[in-house]
DNA sequence: AGATCCGGTTAGAAGCTATCACCTTCCTTA
DNA sequence: TAAGGAAGGTGATAGCTTCTAACCGGATCT
């Protein structure tokens, strides 16, 4: 909606073309995956042919682009969302498994089979920071009063709260623990490699969130 | 080699053949993705235009299906290999990752975004179980004796062992869990979401084993 | 030796990305 | 207000892809 309204008419016509190409290449994307995606296509559900697409996106990697940044961007604001909320980081991991769990290819598209030879534009990666910020910040409370491990020393890194001060290696692999363990789980429940065992994976995320929190 | 010298010379040769086929399909794979592999190609680098590929593998997803067969085999074998030789679970992780790191597309082949619709055939999900029995196997040594967790008991299920006893609740919790943490450490790391930050994966994995071990 | 099967060929349909040249329509600027 | 440029849309086209069809020659089997 920001987008939509500020400047001229013709601004706000293009993002919304903008908006309803993407609009179609998700619901592409769901059904049949990344790789099937197809530019034509999209133009003729949109009434136009062919071409004409390509004056709102330079090329196919570039709209894939678009939707990674706006699948980081919805991945990002869900995090940060349920943390001001006050979730802890169970309440966390169950905010971005409903959010996973809603489009699948969404998820994957983020955290999926990279493709050899990308790199993600910087803003994207600047996204990822965020999440991360928001991960080691909800990473201090469980971990302050806890005895070092001996692994916590070779986590300590560059890496400083918004306050400057530097991250303590405890809290660097409680949040990274957190983030693997979130993911481990996660990635093989959506690709479905669990089917056919008789377990919740919601509970598995449980336990293997619990044993983080008492280890 | 077993399949290559049994039979008549010609099915020598199109056993050979088809070796070759899938070893370039590998090697577009490693340095461009699946979806950018080729078939026309392909038979362009083997000598032969186009469709004469169509004699060895009926279409492109039957060939890429092949390869993921090969995957789970190489992948199974691995593991199997490493149990055999005494290993116990961190030694199997270490032997997972090195053959991940060795080609990490083909490891994505096997646990990387799953096509929405595909479904693998039965033989290759029956590969996928050899490994589930290994690690089952490799679980019991760990899990014996330990308290029982509140967890543990919705894990238990139809699964059993090789001499028909049930596998307990806690065993099969510890191999997915034990799973689930290599793989949520290793295909971060696969995919390059680490880099930047200034830690050592395999560090982190040694962590997650160890917090694992001691649970 | 004759019939059959198998692996290869070329031609071609249908689809894709992407570029080009052209046309129209809107918006801005003198 | 008239002129001119920018933006959006078009069809044509090149070059790639998968995959089918028709055909041909040689190896294999009966």
Redesign the interface.
Known sequence: MTEAQRRSPRDRYRAQVRAEIKQHAWEQI??????ALSLNAIAKQLGMSGPALYRYFANRDELITALIRDAYRGFADTVRAAFDAGADLAGLAHAIRDWARAD??RY?LI???????YHAPEDI?AI?DEVMVVLLAASEAPVTGKPA?P?DD??A???TRTDGSPVPGAV??HA??F???????L??E????FT?????PE??L???L??LGT?
């Open positions: 769901a059904t049949q995956g990344v790789p699948p290819q994957f955290y999926g089979t990279p493709v050899p030879g990666t990822a491990t692994f070779r986590f890194n560059r890496r660097l692999r990274v623990s983030w693997t363990r979130l993911h481990g789980v990635s093989l959506l690709a479905g490699h056919g065992m008789e377990f919740d509970l598995l449980d336990a293997e619990h044993e280890s």
